[in-house]
């Protein structure tokens, strides 16, 4: 397992960190004084491929804090909502105050929770933790309380068109050094499926323009979805971990039948077996199945998976830094769900930027109840947007040990790709009925 080691040569160009130096912010001295005063604030937006928002908060200190402003589809609503709303409240305030600035923006704006809202209250936060971290010289899981692990696993995405691909897939993300691998399938019948897109290694479902719209049969992926991991589990055996997302698709009957079908190839996890505003649904397909169950990237606050928690309804929370509010609140999240023996399973796909994988590293490490991290590599475009300290090295991931997160944004590279509007595709059924993508 490795520490902070640099990635073989055989490894893409994704995972090599860059000169740290150049990932821990303007500098890396203590300040003279404990109070850090912010003085302004700025949003970015670049597309390196694919939209991401960037928050730079600074100081007297002439520190600056990186923090994550991306929502897919709908970027510039929380650019407005940080330029109009937030970044005039938080200048001549004392960046230190982690805590209290979460709370000032979370229940200050008394219209609480929501999308837009979590991930503008996110972005602060990460910056402010990044600011910390920078002011004292230290990387964030130290403040966080120290490692709790060596690395944090991650899983890769292998998608085709049909089995045999897939299968392939898989292969290949085995000899990048995986141990976990989600597989998702074409599915006969259908022209399009959830996680079969364009590309491989830097897979991406987002597509510039309007929403596209694809065609989904439940009748026909549960037919076809057993049959995968059969194939899997006959080519690779037991000792790779596999996952699958069936995407918010199915009820909670069928969710409970594709579970036990699935029990012989003994999954990692099923993830979102459907959709979780109905926290109570899961109480169905717990009855029914031991297939672990994963849920929540779409979730914004504790509340979200409170009765999913308690009742003991899942066994790993997908939620994502960039959507649950930052590394503040989902500290919270994180510890209620240790009480439950729920673990951390952190949303990672594309639609988060390199910012957001560092703070989810940086918590990944530090958490006791750590579980799995989604890793969806950014292309080298990105990459030079977002210099990073943290590595990939025999399936694990380790955050680095700049200051801070270990991530910059250069603004010249940034400027050379501007905003291109996209979107997920909208999913209808057969007969045009508008469904869950």
């Known amino acids: 397992m490795p520490s902070n080691a640099t990635p073989p040569d055989s490894t893409p160009p994704d995972d090599t960190p860059p000169d740290a130096t150049s990932a821990s912010g303007a500098s890396t001295s203590v300040p003279s004084t404990e109070r850090l005063t912010i003085t302004g604030a700025e949003v970015f937006v670049t597309c390196p491929g694919r939209n991401f928002v960037t928050l730079r908060i600074e100081t007297d200190e002439g520190l600056y804090g990186l923090g994550d402003a991306t929502l897919n589809g709908r970027e510039k609503a929380v650019v407005s909502y940080l330029d109009e709303h937030v970044i005039p409240c938080l200048v001549g305030r004392d960046a230190s105050r982690i805590e209290d600035l979460w709370y000032f923006l979370y229940r200050g704006a008394y219209w609480r929770r929501g999308p837009v809202t979590m991930t503008a209250v996110?972005?602060?936060?990460?910056?402010?933790?990044?600011?910390?971290?920078?002011?004292?010289?230290?990387?964030?899981?130290?403040?966080?309380?120290?490692?709790?692990?060596?690395?944090?696993?991650?899983?890769?995405?292998?998608?085709?068109?049909?089995?045999?691909?897939?299968?392939?897939?898989?292969?290949?993300?085995?000899?990048?050094?995986?141990?976990?691998?989600?597989?998702?399938?074409?599915?006969?019948?259908?022209?399009?499926?959830?996680?079969?897109?364009?590309?491989?290694?830097?897979?991406?479902?987002?597509?510039?323009?309007?929403?596209?719209?694809?065609?989904?049969?439940?009748?026909?992926?549960?037919?076809?979805?057993?049959?995968?991991?059969?194939?899997?589990?006959?080519?690779?055996?037991?000792?790779?971990?596999?996952?699958?997302?069936?995407?918010?698709?199915?009820?909670?009957?069928?969710?409970?039948?594709?579970?036990?079908?699935?029990?012989?190839?003994?999954?990692?996890?099923?993830?979102d077996a459907v959709p979780a505003e109905n926290q109570e649904s899961f109480r169905i397909i717990r009855q029914h199945t031991t297939t672990p169950l994963a849920v929540g990237e779409v979730f914004n606050t504790i509340y979200d998976a409170q009765t999913l928690v308690t009742e003991q309804l899942i066994d790993y929370l997908r939620t994502?830094?960039?959507?649950?509010?930052?590394?503040?609140?989902?500290?919270?999240?994180?510890?209620?769900?240790?009480?439950?023996?729920?673990?951390?399973?952190?949303?990672?796909a594309t639609d988060l930027s390199p910012i957001t994988m560092a703070a989810a590293l940086h918590f990944d490490l530090w958490v006791p109840n750590f579980g799995i991290q989604e890793y969806m590599r950014h292309t080298e475009a990105t990459k030079e947007v977002f210099p990073h300290a943290y590595s990939f090295d025999d399936g694990y991931l380790h955050p680095g040990d700049a200051p801070g997160l270990g991530v910059d944004y250069d603004v010249e590279k940034a400027a050379s790709y501007p905003y291109e509007r996209a979107y997920l595709p909208v999913n209808r059924l057969e007969d045009g009925t508008l469904f869950h993508w």
């Not at 890769?156 to 995986?178: C, F, K, M, P, Q």
């Not at 897109?197 to 897979?203: A, H, M, S």
């Not at 649950?324 to 399973?345: C, D, S, W």
Request: proline share 4%; net charge neutral; glycine share 12%.
């Open 320 to 348: 994502s830094l960039l959507r649950g509010g930052g590394i503040t609140h989902m500290r919270k999240v994180a510890a209620l769900a240790e009480l439950y023996n729920v673990k951390t399973g952190f949303h990672g």
């Open 122 to 271: 996110a972005a602060v936060d990460m910056a402010l933790w990044d600011l910390k971290g920078k002011a004292l010289g230290v990387p964030v899981y130290q403040l966080l309380g120290g490692a709790s692990r060596t690395g944090v696993m991650a899983y890769g995405h292998a998608s085709g068109e049909t089995v045999d691909e897939v299968v392939d897939e898989v292969g290949r993300y085995l000899d990048r050094g995986y141990r976990a691998v989600r597989a998702q399938s074409g599915v006969p019948g259908l022209p399009s499926t959830y996680g079969v897109g364009r590309g491989k290694l830097f897979y991406e479902p987002a597509e510039q323009g309007l929403p596209s719209e694809h065609v989904w049969s439940t009748s026909k992926y549960l037919d076809h979805v057993p049959t995968l991991f059969r194939r899997l589990r006959d080519t690779y055996g037991s000792d790779v971990h596999l996952l699958h997302d069936a995407h918010h698709r199915l009820t909670p009957i069928q969710a409970a039948r594709l579970g036990q079908e699935l029990e012989p190839h003994r999954l990692f996890w099923l993830e």
